[in-house]
């Protein structure tokens, strides 16, 4: 199936350090996006990349987008402890014109104060 | 601030059990989806719907599951005899094109939270 893997499953940090999570997918995409789900919420919509753009800034986030490696990377700088949640990736299917986002399992970032 | 809602938030009930699970959509999307999260199965694609018209069922247990969209504004899940094994959250999202990409930017509501004795 086309359903993303995110890379590593958890991630455990300092304030003020970087995170880094990666992402890969099987089948061409459209779009990739990425979500944050905190503990007991819904997941939350946090940047698109569109499969011709290679790179893309949000804030303190960074995607990077690599088609022919079928990868993406979210970085996020300068964390802080309200960054402690999971991070989801999310692909669509070029193949296909339902819509539908395909999720991996996620990353659990904890960023310690 | 649009928000999807869903209710209950959370329900206890017994096997063998109806649980009937309601969600509102952001007022304007066309798009719903139900997923299951599991610690053990992560994120599940149940059912969506655009327009009120089924597009894809297939994630979902057809002999006990049933999803409907009576109206724009409300869209259900049911379960029907409920299992232990149904145990889980279960997230109601709308859909919105982002930016004439093309692509749906998908809005959660809060969940609700399925326990089965």
């Known amino acids: 199936s086309q359903q993303g893997e995110e890379d590593p499953q958890a991630l455990s940090i300092q304030e003020g350090e970087n995170a880094t999570m990666n992402c890969s997918y099987k089948?061409?995409?459209?779009?990739l996006q990425w979500y944050r789900q905190n503990s007991g919420r819904g997941l939350v919509h946090l940047i698109l990349?569109?499969?011709?753009?290679r790179e893309k800034h949000s804030g303190r986030l960074r995607v990077t987008l690599d088609t022919s490696k079928k990868s993406s990377s979210l970085l996020i700088t300068a964390s802080r402890a309200a960054d402690t949640a999971s991070y989801f990736c999310?692909?669509?299917?070029?193949?296909?014109?339902?819509?539908?986002?395909?999720f991996g399992r996620g990353t659990q970032l904890t960023v310690w104060p | 601030d649009a928000r999807v809602t869903q209710t209950p938030r959370h329900k206890v009930t017994e096997m063998g059990q109806e649980v009937t699970m309601r969600c509102q959509p952001i007022?304007?999307?066309?798009?719903v989806f139900w997923y299951r999260q599991t610690m053990m199965q992560g994120l599940e694609l149940l059912a969506y719907?655009?327009?009120?018209?089924?597009?894809?069922d297939s994630g979902m247990p057809k002999d006990r599951f049933s999803a409907e969209m009576p109206d724009a504004t409300l869209a259900t899940l049911k379960i029907q005899p409920s299992e232990p094994r149904d145990s889980a959250v279960y997230f109601c999202?709308?859909?919105?094109?982002?930016?004439?990409?093309?692509?749906?930017?998908?809005?959660f509501g809060p969940g609700t939270r399925l326990l089965v004795l």
């Open positions: 999202a709308s859909g919105s094109r982002y930016r004439g990409s093309g692509q749906e930017t998908q809005y």
């Open positions: 089948t061409s995409i459209n779009n």
């Open positions: 990349i569109r499969s011709n753009e």
């Open positions: 999310a692909t669509d299917d070029r193949g296909s014109t339902l819509g539908r986002l395909y």
């Open positions: 007022l304007g999307h066309n798009t």
């Open positions: 719907f655009r327009n009120r018209a089924p597009l894809d």
